[in-house]
């Protein structure tokens, strides 16, 4: 179940160092340190507050290309 797998990754996340691969943002919202990595390239490391920012602008960025 996902709601348990987010459940125990908050719990230990101030214990253990952890590398978590995630598709949805929910996932990386509390991490102390997130890589973005896009098609095999580096795109931007740093805080998750700093990272989901810039990601989330680059969607709105891509959705506006896409519509015109």
Sequence with gaps: N???IHRTILSLH???TMIIIAHRLST???CDYVIW???GQL???GSAED???AYKKAMELEKT???T
């Design 2 to 4: 996902e709601q348990a």
């Design 14 to 16: 101030k214990h253990v």
């Design 28 to 30: 990386i919202e509390n």
């Design 37 to 39: 990595l896009d098609k």
């Design 43 to 45: 795109k931007m490391q």
């Design 51 to 53: 990272v989901l920012m």
């Design 65 to 67: 290309f896409e519509i």
